[in-house]
């Protein structure tokens, strides 16, 4: 990916959370009829010897999982707040007018090699895992709530997958080369706009301001 290094975003912390805070993550792989993507929720797990491991699975009758190239790295994009930039919105449009409209995003790319696994106590405690994640919020809801028949079934229709990660990229445009007057412009635009990508963009321009 290319970063120019105002934009780079090294710190793990914020790498972890952003991975945590949008799971939905590109797949991207590479097999003998080329590149493949899927789209997939991502467990991320920090360890203390690595930058950690990504746990999700794939339908079996996806073929992206039985043509992997084992010489390639897997490559999962997290995706997370995203917004276009006006600029109408800097005060530098009304000093000199030397300006023009950009897109905000904030992106972490995952390195490392997929494994691939089928067996089925495995894939039962990933799930139960992931939906334990993601119904925390909720009822919740958990697999022992499905007959047990309909969910070995499900079981059977997919496989396990684990990337553990060699490279973490982290790249935050969040208009670190405007200066401080343009920032605050950006911060007050998309703060002022009914959406949750732009209100989240706001906040991530909003920390990248030096502090007064």
């Not at 105002?6 to 799971?23: G, K, N, Q, T």
Request: glycine letters at 6%.
């Amino acid at each position: 990916m290319y970063i120019p290094q105002a934009f780079r975003e090294d710190r793990i912390e914020w790498l972890s959370v952003l991975m945590r805070d949008c799971p939905l993550a590109t797949l991207v792989t590479l097999g003998n009829s080329g590149l493949v993507a899927s789209h997939v929720p991502l467990i991320y797990e920090p360890l203390p010897d690595s930058p950690g491991v990504l746990h999700g699975h794939l339908a079996r009758a996806n073929a992206q999982w039985q043509d992997l190239r084992p010489d390639v790295d897997a490559l999962a994009i997290f995706h997370g707040p995203q917004a276009y930039i006006s600029p109408s919105w800097y005060a530098t449009k009304q000093q000199s007018g030397r300006v023009v409209p950009t897109w905000n995003y904030a992106v972490v790319h995952a390195y490392g090699k997929m494994e691939v696994y089928t067996e089925t106590g495995r894939l039962r405690k990933h799930l139960e895992s992931l939906t334990a994640e993601h119904e925390k919020k909720y009822s919740p809801w958990k697999p022992s709530d499905a007959p047990a028949e309909f969910f070995e079934a499900l079981l059977n229709a997919i496989v396990g997958i684990d990337i553990r990660i060699t490279r973490l990229e982290g790249k935050w445009k969040v208009s670190q080369n405007r200066s401080p007057e343009d920032r605050n412009g950006v911060v007050a635009a998309l703060t002022g706009q009914d959406e949750l990508n732009s209100r989240a963009m706001a906040e991530l321009v909003r920390k990248s301001l030096p502090e007064e």
